[in-house]
């Protein structure tokens, strides 16, 4: 019995010691059936599986391969995967591979072995400076972004849905090549798009006319008309969503006349005047109107420094680009627009979203008080001795306050003051030569003048 067991004890330590040294001599390899992309490894060393993917990855990076995207409206030209930013990281793709360890590959050779097919993807590395050169080209085929806009025209709303930004969706290029090399077809540019600041559901809330507001001015002065046609049509179209807000400066811009801004009448302290843009206070005015009924925000506003004639005393709105500025915002509780209509002679602005028909809005006034500013005389030795001319009309001064009364189904439940404006205005300003006049010297009688004899008047400057 004991010479059993030293027998036993014997064929266990030499086996022992065989499995030991089969077992320091094993290199792991890949299990069988394994397949990273197109290329089968599976009883392949991990560097022999890097290296034949190596081999592989040589001839088909090289492959020119077409690019195409349902959103991209000319054509891209042919590129191989190296221009298309992505080359073969073959470490990477190793890694994924399962190991047969000693024991697994002991055990299949007594049983055989019976491996699933396990199919893996190839993982690429990415060159920054050919997918910056790609996302540009992509950028440039689909076209520049445009903001969404909603205008009114023949008694409807019109929707124009925005088109954001696109760029190239860098994290599924990789995929997208391997696809098209597997395919051997063309390659799904991968896009994506940035989000819509205002989401096209969103923008379907715009349906209606909410208020509406229009000025009027004479047609005859086309340069003066001209500043407020483009200054309307800047703001024609615009979107708030709820919190949004619209500045009148920001939105126009400067005037200049290179934008096509032409030199009219204007006021500067109290006084007649002409400067680029002049007239475009009608538009910012009409704008403010229309935004008071709709019960908007007036986060800022100024008043002129005399009244303006083409709305009541207290509702006027100045700007001037850099210092004065008029600002609303949408505090609704769903998208509005701001629309513009310039016709012969009048201006209309109407804000678009989904009008209350429960809500009423009225614009009152209380305590106008008006001043006279007096005359001014100034000496013009130029002109003729013992003679005036008025240099400027001069206007009185105006205070008044100005109320927002909102009422629901006609009850009042909001009263607030909008603006106490105070109009400074000037002082009629008159040039004399008050040396008296050389006595004249006999002269033989004239022919009559065709011409009467009389001072030239200045018309009034409308602003």
Known sequence: MKRIFLGLLVVFVVAAASLSVMAARFVPTIRPNTQIGMVPVGGLTKEEAAKKLRIWWESERKRELNLRSDQIRKALPAMTPGKLGVTLDDQASVAQAEIKDFWEAAQATVTGGNYEPVKLDLKFKQIDASLKSLDALVRESIGEPRAARVTYAAGAVVREPEVTTFELDVDKLGDAVLAALAANGDVEVPIKEAPKRVPDDELAKIVEVESEFSTRFPAYQTSRNTNIRLAASALNGQVLMPGDQLSFNGCVGRRTVAGGYKEAPVLKNGMHDTGIGGGICQVSTTLYNASLFADLKIVKRNNHSIPSVYVPVGRDATVDYGTLDLVIENNQDHPIAVSSTFENGKITFRILGKKDVSREVKILTSGHKSWSNGVKTVVDRSLPAGTTRVVEKGSSG??????????????????????????????????????????????????????????????????
């Not at 050389?438 to 003048?449: C, F, G, I, N, V």
Request: no cysteine; glycine share 4%.
């Open 398 to 463: 105006h205070s008044i306050t100005t109320y927002r009364v909102v009422y629901e189904n006609g009850v009042e439940v909001r009263r607030e003051v909008l603006n106490r404006s105070v109009y400074r205005g000037s002082p009629r300003i008159v040039a004399t030569n008050n040396a008296p006049a050389a006595p004249k010297k006999a002269e033989p009688l004239a022919a009559p003048s065709e011409q009467p004899d009389t001072e030239p008047t200045i018309p009034p400057l409308d602003n």
